[in-house]
């Protein structure tokens, strides 16, 4: 990310993890109400931690996912459990770091994580119809 503006590298990362399709949709809902947001977002998160070198990107899913499932944000628990088809973590990592959080977080929290996240892997496996799909 060195000297790369942040703006610039979490654009080139957020489509790296999620996928072209997938930021293309986000960019095009954009509007003036969610644009300092999305802003925010890309900048932040994606330029800010995404983008650093100092663990991998299958690691930082991991705890990503660890910390969705525990705090119960479902949407965004599940379009992580579908970029790791881009940052390498397997479905054993996912699972691995599901049980953590049943023992961190709570039993309920990961029953409901390992749900979404068989459903997400379920979803990657089965062939978009026409363009703009997830699958990589």
């Known amino acids: 990310m060195s000297g790369q503006d942040p703006f610039e590298a979490g654009m080139a990362t957020r489509k790296a993890v999620l996928g072209e399709a997938h930021v293309a949709r986000a960019e095009a809902a954009r509007d003036d109400f969610d644009g300092p947001f999305q802003d925010l977002i890309t900048r932040g998160a994606w330029g800010g931690v995404w983008a650093r070198d100092t663990i991998s990107r299958r690691e930082r899913s991991m705890i990503t996912i660890a910390l969705l499932a525990a705090l119960g944000h479902?949407?965004?628990?599940?379009?992580?459990?579908?970029?790791?088809?881009?940052?390498?973590?397997?479905?054993?990592?996912?699972?691995?770091?599901?049980?953590?959080?049943?023992?961190?977080?709570?039993?309920?929290?990961?029953?409901?994580?390992?749900?979404?996240?068989?459903?997400?892997?379920?979803?990657?496996?089965?062939?978009?119809?026409?363009?703009?799909?997830?699958?990589?």
């Not at 940052?87 to 699972?95: H, K």
Request: with cysteine.
């Open 74 to 136: 479902d949407e965004e628990l599940a379009m992580h459990c579908r970029a790791t088809a881009r940052t390498g973590a397997s479905r054993e990592d996912v699972c691995e770091a599901l049980l953590h959080v049943a023992i961190y977080a709570g039993v309920p929290a990961a029953n409901r994580a390992i749900r979404i996240a068989r459903a997400a892997f379920a979803e990657i496996e089965t062939p978009q119809d026409g363009p703009g799909g997830d699958k990589p």
